[in-house]
């Protein structure tokens, strides 16, 4: 079964700073997508940014991207600029790129980010 | 119109209560979910509705009953819940079971 390990669970920020947000799966699918969602108090979760094992390329969007090393299984977010908006709870997840059981999404535990102004 | 949309947004409920979450999706998405969430905890897989087909999490006890009058809609029926039930229901829609999911604002469920 495929897993996903978050190794912080809270994360502090000052503003206009960059962070990194870390992320580790196991899995022995070649075929498989990542994502980073953002929580915030509201608790709406939103999609941040995507990446498809397959692209070699990092994925960016705006003041976020990602860090995907492939062999390592690992995929870290990076948020440039933080603003104060950006404060919320992280998930980063795994999905199959097999079918079967509605290729459930795995998620990780979560790491809080805190923004300091 | 990219939303995923859910109502109510605060349900409070007795136990021999029956009560339903709805949520729909005018994306033309071909799957939805249903997640229950926790503070602090991650989403936890309830039901996928995909392809006309649906898939339920054997750990999910029967007083959560899903429903899916059509594509874009996804109802989840509440019967004599528990207060462990009381939590965050995520719905969830995908285009198709490689997609990412987009999530629905949720239903703060409260169970006395």
């Known amino acids: 079964a495929q897993t996903v390990t978050q190794s912080q669970p809270e994360m502090s920020v000052q503003e206009a700073e960059t962070v990194t947000l870390s992320c580790t799966y196991d899995t022995s699918e070649s075929d498989y997508y990542l994502f980073w969602y953002k929580q915030p108090p509201s608790r709406q979760m939103i999609l941040v940014i995507r990446?498809?094992?397959?692209?070699?390329q990092n994925a960016t969007e705006n003041r976020f991207s990602v860090n995907f090393q492939k062999a390592a299984k690992s995929f870290s977010l990076k948020i440039s600029d933080s603003q104060l908006g950006d404060a919320a709870m992280y998930f980063c997840a795994y999905r199959s790129g097999a079918e079967g059981y509605g290729n459930k999404l795995v998620f990780g535990a979560g790491t809080i980010l805190r923004v300091k102004s | 119109d990219t939303e995923v949309t859910q109502t109510p947004k605060h349900l409070v409920m007795g136990m021999t209560n029956k009560k339903s979450l709805k949520c729909e999706q005018h994306?033309?998405?071909?799957?939805m979910y249903w997640y229950k969430q926790k503070a602090k905890k991650p989403p936890e897989l309830m039901f996928v509705y995909s392809y006309e087909k649906l898939s339920i999490n054997e750990s999910v006890p029967s007083r959560f009953s899903p429903e899916c009058p059509n594509s874009s809609l996804l109802n989840l029926h509440l019967h004599a819940l528990q207060p462990e039930d009381s939590a965050l229901y995520l719905c969830?829609?995908?285009?198709?079971?490689?997609?990412?999911?987009?999530f629905g604002p949720g239903t703060r469920l409260t169970v006395l």
């Open positions: 990446q498809e094992a397959y692209k070699q």
């Open positions: 994306m033309g998405h071909r799957a």
């Open positions: 969830a829609s995908s285009q198709d079971v490689r997609s990412p999911l987009f």
